[in-house]
């Protein structure tokens, strides 16, 4: 079956560490998004990507990094510039059109202590 | 530029009365719009959406939303409630981004809690 898959699950690091979040998709889609879910503020975008080797910051992008070296992939990097990481991650991949629903994993949770 | 409100952050209703999830939102365009559900730890699935053909949209588990232009809303109804259907619900607006090319702008509402009672 076509997807999206995130891991780990659940993830927990040291304060100052990087911490590196998978997601990777089988459905052929160009276009691959990260949000950042708090309880009661929705959805932020922190990253997209419309294409391999390119991407674009979201609206929350400070202390984040990704890549897309292959259509697959969207690895998420939380760096230790990130003031407040502990969150509910959620990877998204789309056809990248107006009409097109976004397709989602589900879920990394990252506690930070 | 777009925004979404959704009206209540929590709705409370009993299984098998009827559910009714308040959207409101601005374009300035012609906009795409979504409903998602997200369970517990879960990622969201979408529910239904409006691309400008029918303004009653149907789509899974008997929801439906209604996409009325001169009220700018995109209600989400459902005519009897499950024990289910609790989760927490997503309206979403999407339109082109300033940069045109492919560049589509996704913005979320806040999300609304449905609970429902035995």
């Known amino acids: 079956d076509g997807g999206i898959t995130q891991s780990p699950k659940y993830l927990f690091r040291k304060e100052g560490q990087n911490v590196t979040l998978s997601c990777e998709q089988n459905?052929?889609?160009?276009?691959m998004y990260w949000y950042r879910q708090d309880p009661g503020q929705g959805l932020r975008l922190i990253y997209y990507?419309?294409?391999?080797?390119?991407?674009q910051k979201g609206d929350i992008a400070e202390g984040y990094s990704v890549s897309r070296e292959k259509k697959e992939s969207f690895p998420l990097t939380v760096t230790s510039a990130q003031k407040n990481p502990t969150a509910f991650y959620l990877c998204?991949?789309?056809?990248?059109?107006?009409?097109?629903?976004?397709?989602f994993g589900n879920g990394t949770r990252l506690t930070v202590t | 530029a777009q925004s979404v409100t959704q009206l209540d952050s929590h709705v409370s209703v009993s299984e098998g009365t009827p559910v009714l999830l308040r959207c409101n939102y601005s374009?300035?365009?012609?906009?795409?719009l979504f409903w998602y559900v997200q369970h517990p730890n879960k990622g969201l699935q979408l529910l239904l959406k409006?691309?400008?053909?029918?303004?009653l949209v149907k789509g899974i588990n008997g929801f439906e939303a209604e996409f009325k232009k001169s009220e700018t809303s995109f209600h989400l109804t459902k005519p009897s409630a499950h024990m289910s259907d609790a989760a927490e619900y997503f309206c979403?607006?999407?339109?082109?981004?300033?940069?045109?090319?492919?560049?589509?702008?996704?913005?979320f509402g806040k999300g609304t809690l449905l609970t429902v009672n035995p």
């Open positions: 998204a991949s789309s056809m990248d059109r107006a009409n097109s629903p976004l397709h």
């Open positions: 459905l052929n889609h160009d276009a």
């Open positions: 990507s419309q294409i391999v080797n390119d991407f």
């Open positions: 374009s300035s365009y012609s906009p795409s």
């Open positions: 409006y691309t400008s053909a029918a303004t």
């Open positions: 979403v607006v999407s339109e082109r981004g300033n940069s045109g090319g492919s560049n589509y702008k996704l913005t």
